[in-house]
């Protein structure tokens, strides 16, 4: 343990691919080697990156990562998207681009399969955040489909996070008033060659006018070309500008409030997976016992 820990501190990516597999299949080595790197974090930023599927997420990404690797930075990559090119659920040329960046070292990416997974997500995202920092990633990016509650809840892991939006797409103001809006720290309007930017952006700035959010920030609005890698500096920057206010620790303390709901709903759910749902629900409809003494008992084992 304590040599595995050492190699992936030494940043070994044969030592850190083996531990991200350890993560993800949730292995009880996986938890101990967390313990042991737990001090050596707190470096990296991780940057959410959400929006529908092909809105250009993972174009924004791969360009992301050069910019990011030409400034010297260390990259991590999660995708919790299961339409990730980097599962091989899209066309080739995506994953050959992807491909690219294998043999840079100062690169590692991983996507996480989002079938199977009772809640626990959010908090093997975070477990692998902390891999990466540990390993001397300075910036992790997290790739999430913002569709589902558990995305918006990776999402809200983040130091900073991007909403992705397309012009022309009648929904993306619905998604934007079904709470996009809460955890975007930055819009990025990407595939700003198609029609519809002007229309788009005007109305992110209207719902924009009808709140303000409690720490007083207006996420800035951002057009890119992903494929053309216009557009993405000033995503970034803006993204730095949106970090560099307010005070890190602060923010630090947030997320991690965060993060200890998340961590502990997911070990609840893990200890509790032999209960009974649908004989306790039987019983419950039935009336023959009250949700309330059945969660009373539930609870109880926790104490033994
Ligand atoms: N026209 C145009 N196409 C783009 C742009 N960005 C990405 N795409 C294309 O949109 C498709 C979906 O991109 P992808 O990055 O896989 O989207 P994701 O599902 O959000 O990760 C791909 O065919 C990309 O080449 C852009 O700025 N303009
Ligand atoms: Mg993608």
Redesign the pocket.
């Known amino acids: 343990m304590a040599d595995w820990s050492q190699e992936i501190l030494g940043g070994n990516p044969r030592a850190l691919a083996r531990a991200a597999t350890a993560i993800e299949n949730r292995q009880a080595s996986a938890e101990s080697l967390l313990k042991e790197l737990f001090p050596h974090t707190g470096r990296a930023t991780v940057l959410g990156i959400t ?10 990404v791969d360009r992301l990562i050069h910019e990011l690797r030409r400034e010297g930075k260390q990259v991590g990559v999660i995708a919790v ?1 299961p ?3 980097y599962t091989g659920g ?2 080739l040329g ?1 994953r050959i681009r992807m491909l690219s960046h294998h043999a840079d070292s100062g690169v590692f990416i991983r996507s996480m399969a989002t079938r199977g997974w009772l809640g626990g997500l959010a908090a093997a995202t975070t477990d692998m955040t902390v891999l990466l920092d540990a390993a001397g990633k300075d910036v992790v990016l997290v ?1 999430t ?1 913002g569709v589902g509650q558990d995305e918006v809840e990776i999402a809200k892991l983040a130091d900073a996070t991007m909403v ?1 939006l397309v012009p022309g797409m009648g929904d993306d103001v619905q998604a934007i008033k079904a709470g996009i809006m809460e955890i975007a720290d930055v819009f990025v309007i ?5 029609p519809g930017a002007d229309r788009l952006e005007r109305e992110i700035k209207a719902i924009q006018s009808l709140s303000t959010r409690k720490d007083g920030w207006v996420p800035p609005v951002v057009r ?5 890698g216009q557009g993405i500096a000033e995503a970034l920057s803006a993204v730095r500008s949106f970090l560099a206010r307010g005070d890190g620790k602060d923010r630090a303390v947030a997320n991690w409030n965060q993060r200890l709901h998340e961590m502990l709903r997911e070990r609840m759910l893990e200890r509790f997976t032999d209960l009974n749902f649908q004989a306790a629900a039987e019983d419950v409809a039935a009336r023959r016992k009250d949700p309330y003494t059945i969660i009373d008992g539930w609870l109880e084992r926790i104490s033994h």
């Open positions: 929006g529908s599927p092909g809105a250009g997420k993972s174009t924004l998207d339409t990730s090119p899209a066309i995506d790739e489909v992705v990407n595939k700003s060659d198609q890119s070309v992903a494929t053309e």
